[in-house]
């Protein structure tokens, strides 16, 4: 069945530096589009990132721009997001997620990891 | 960007009940939108895609509808399961968004 394990939370101070990874299993991983989402504490979803299939096209919400780096080994089945500068704001729980169309981005997220709680903090 | 406005942000029904939540894009996303239901703790789920295609799996009472700017997502006779936190998305274009979130209470 399909999984998507994040890993690489923890707390971290401001304008450090921390990489979380997700490893999948259970689909073709280089054939999909990959996202990371996040949940603030007590707030809502927050799309962050994008991949597509083969790593040719990266998108960024406004809020990481600059800061985020989205990549992809599909050697390894495994998506990274590389944060920079990292802020309180950014202290959240961090989940991968999975296109639903292969070969696209723009459908809906079918399956979604568990999440990793990223906290910045002095 | 494309701001996303999902009312109500709570609502209190019964098991039983039959629901509505409303999604309203900024700008026209043609049928980009998708319904999720999230559980404390849980990763996110997919209820209803391209607007009004139920995901495999999801139970009936749940449906979609709308395009363009304004989009519904009806739960039919809700079930204890369902008093939790909905949230529309656009996929139209990046950057991608979601709506506020709508967490249904049990009255």
């Known amino acids: 069945q399909v999984q998507l394990v994040e890993s690489g939370g923890g707390v971290v101070q401001p304008g450090r530096s921390l990489r979380l990874s997700c490893a999948v299993s259970?689909?073709?991983?280089?054939?999909?589009?990959m996202h990371w989402v996040r949940q603030a504490p007590g707030k809502g979803l927050e799309w962050v990132a994008v991949?597509?299939?083969?790593?040719?096209?990266?998108y960024y919400a406004d809020s990481v721009k600059g800061r985020f780096t989205v990549s992809r080994d599909n050697s390894k089945n495994t998506l990274y997001l590389q944060m920079s500068s990292l802020r309180a704001e950014d202290t959240a729980v961090y989940y991968c997620?999975?296109?639903?169309?292969?070969?696209?981005?723009?459908?809906?997220?079918?399956?979604w990891g568990q999440g990793t709680l990223v906290t910045v903090s002095s | 960007d494309i701001r996303m406005t999902q009312s109500p942000s709570s609502l209190s029904a019964s098991v039983g009940d039959r629901v509505t939540i409303t999604c309203r894009a900024s700008?026209?996303?043609?049928?980009?939108l998708n319904w999720y239901r999230h559980k404390p703790g849980k990763a996110p789920e997919v209820l209803i895609y391209?607007?009004?295609n139920l995901q495999s799996g999801v139970p009936s009472r749940f449906s979609g509808s709308g395009s363009g700017t304004d989009f519904t997502l009806t739960i039919n006779s809700l079930q204890p399961e369902d008093f939790v936190t909905y949230y529309c998305?656009?996929?139209?274009?990046?950057?991608?968004?979601f709506g506020a979130g709508t967490n249904v209470e049990i009255k």
């Open positions: 997620a999975k296109e639903g169309t292969a070969y696209d981005l723009g459908g809906d997220f079918d399956y």
């Open positions: 259970g689909f073709t991983f280089s054939s999909y589009g």
């Open positions: 991949i597509s299939y083969d790593g040719s096209n990266k």
């Open positions: 700008r026209n996303i043609d049928n980009f």
């Open positions: 391209y607007a009004s």
């Open positions: 998305q656009q996929t139209y274009n990046a950057p991608l968004s």
